[in-house]
């Protein structure tokens, strides 16, 4: 008689479950950055609203470091529902108008000098 074969064992974790945090790792490999280039310019990031890590564990939430992505070009993800910033003002001069703008602020300066230096004398 041919021998009874074990049934297999179900594995322990029947489904996946994605991670919502990562670590620093993680997170400098999803910008495209080694670890000490992360490091390097953590501050700056900081400064430009990235996500900070969480103080217990030190490790940051995926969805808000992809929200702060999205976030940072508003026009590529106009479905995330970010404002698009509206542009800057053009210039309300060109170069050479602000360059007499400046000529005639110092003739003027200079005219009022003068008349000081003749009343005084």
Known sequence: M???KA??????VRFRIDPAYAP???IARRLCLTL???RDCARRLYARGFPLPDETTGMYDLE????WRMKQRPDLYPEAGFPIPAPAPPPR???G???REIYEADQRRRAEI???RRRKS
């Open 97 to 99: 108008a602000k360059a």
């Open 7 to 12: 049934m297999p064992k179900a594995p322990q």
């Open 24 to 26: 620093a790792e993680k």
């Open 93 to 95: 001069l060109d170069l």
């Open 36 to 38: 000490d280039q992360f």
């Open 2 to 4: 041919a021998a009874k």
């Open 114 to 116: 003068l008349s000081q």
């Open 64 to 67: 808000a470091v992809e929200r």
